[in-house]
Nanobody, 115 residues
Framework: QVQLVESGGGLVQPGGSLRLSCAGS????????MGWYRQAPGKQRELVAA???????NYADSVKGRFTISRGNAKNTVYLQMNRLKPEDTAVYYC?????????WGQGTQVIVSS
């Protein structure tokens, strides 16, 4: 019911920035139901940032003050602005959507933070 397509990953040096994008579509798509997760090698997938049901945002402690989730002008696009990147931010980042009991994931985009 929902399709998600991410873009924007890549290789960046420590202290650098990247912006990830996720475009969503589908019959039950809601931009307010979107968020970002990541999975580092050998680790469980974890929440990075998401919109809350109350209209706010929620961030993992490890990214607070460095990452920002936002909505695009196109109404179906969500961004994850990542600043002051650290090597421990290296992971595959996934766009996530959950509404009415249905969970959808994007294909993932690789982010590598290395000098």
């Amino acid at each position: 019911q929902v399709q998600l397509v991410e873009s924007g990953g890549g290789l960046v040096q420590p202290g650098g920035s990247l912006r990830l994008s996720c475009a969503g579509s589908g019959s039950i798509f809601s931009i307010n139901a979107m968020g970002w997760y990541r999975q580092a090698p050998g680790k469980q997938r974890e929440l990075v940032a998401a919109f809350t049901s109350g209209g706010g945002t929620n961030y993992a402690d490890s990214v607070k003050g460095r990452f920002t989730i936002s909505r695009g002008n196109a109404k179906n696009t969500v961004y994850l602005q990542m600043n002051r990147l650290k090597p421990e931010d290296t992971a595959v980042y996934y766009c996530h959507h959950y509404v009415l009991g249905f969970t959808s994931w994007g294909q993932g985009t690789q982010v590598i933070v290395s000098s």
